[in-house]
């Protein structure tokens, strides 16, 4: 019996759809718990070409909702292992792991490669820059965001509204599972979803996941979803570069104390604390490069400042660069 006769008798799938899912090209960003239901399901349903980025390494303390991973990963690079699964669910597909953080220097040529992105990182940054780089492209994007209990999952760009459109101010919490914790059947389940998603999208089905949002809550067991198809793009934003893009005609901005981060994110950055914002000379023809660890302080800082500052802000994420 075929590999695919189960989901081959369905009518939204067929012989047809199921060419489709072999020729697509999919790119995931992040391999964490997002991913840990996303990756399985995509590699079982035969799409062809699957690309797996993240710089990080597997931990005892994810393995909770990191459930593509054992004990004896643990010290490994995530990509890599979660390639080597990808590729033990189905050896007829493409799989790539590549142990690389998504900078804004190298997402326009990854997302070029791929039909369909999906943001599985759970990082401000990355979120943003993705979205960026899908909109300009002209890429569908499925994003997906977990804390605590409850979480989303949407589909982006490609047409359809970018992230920024939906989310154009900076977060109101800066909470993360690592500081606020979650549980792990919130995350599968959403990620889950994400799969899903993604599965429609390349199979064409109607109505379109471009442009719908799904929320969940796992305390109430209940999901909500809504359409934005017609959420307007935001007039101006915040752009997410990486330290490498930065020059010495940018007034850089080191948000962290020394204590948080002995060395700064570029040479010629200039300390400054959060609270003393107001040290900032405004420089007419100069970029205002702020940065922190993962944005959201950079991104809440150039809210600030943004009134009084003649030229362009841009926001450096250190987990990111």
């Known amino acids: 019996m075929s590999r695919y006769a189960r989901q081959t ?21 992040g391999a964490g718990g997002l991913a840990a239901p996303v990756l399985p399901l995509l590699a079982g349903a035969g799409v062809g070409q699957i690309t797996i980025l993240d710089r990080d390494q597997v931990e005892l303390s994810n393995l909770h909702r990191q459930t593509l991973f054992s004990e004896t990963d643990c010290g490994h690079p995530k990509a890599e292992r979660a390639a080597a699964r990808c590729k033990a669910i189905n050896g007829d597909i493409d799989v790539s792991g590549k142990k690389q953080a998504l900078t804004s220097e190298n997402a326009g040529n990854l997302v070029a490669q791929a039909d369909v992105i999906l ?27 977990v804390l605590g209990l409850s979480g989303y999952v949407g589909g982006f ?34 990620g889950a979803m994400q799969a899903q998603m993604a599965l429609n999208l390349i199979l064409g089905l109607t109505p379109s996941v471009l442009g719908q949002m799904v929320q969940y809550d796992g305390r109430t067991l209940r999901s909500t979803a809504f359409r934005f198809d017609d959420a307007p793009e935001p007039n101006s934003c915040f752009r997410f570069l990486s330290a490498g893009q930065l020059t010495t005609d940018d007034h850089i901005i080191e948000l962290r104390s020394p204590e948080e981060s002995p060395r700064p994110v570029h040479p010629d950055a200039q300390r400054i604390s959060p609270d ?17 660890a993962t944005g959201l302080r950079a991104w809440r800082a150039a809210e600030r400042i943004q009134p009084n500052w003649p030229g362009e802000i841009v926001l450096v994420a250190a987990s990111t660069s």
Do not use: H, M, W
């Open 157 to 190: 760009c490609g047409g359809a509204p970018s992230l920024r459109a939906l989310f154009p101010d900076a977060p109101d919490s800066g909470a993360s599972c690592a500081t606020a914790g979650v549980l792990g059947p919130v995350v599968g389940t959403i």
């Open 9 to 29: 008798l369905l009518p939204e799938v067929g012989a047809k759809g199921q060419g489709r899912l072999s020729s697509a090209r999919v790119l995931v960003v």
């Open 276 to 292: 003393d914002l107001n040290q900032i000379d405004p420089n007419k023809g100069k970029r205002l490069a702020l940065c922190c």
């Open 119 to 145: 943001d599985c990182a759970d990082s401000y940054a990355a979120s943003y820059i993705l979205s960026d780089t899908c909109l300009a492209q002209g890429k569908p994007l499925i994003s997906a965001s």
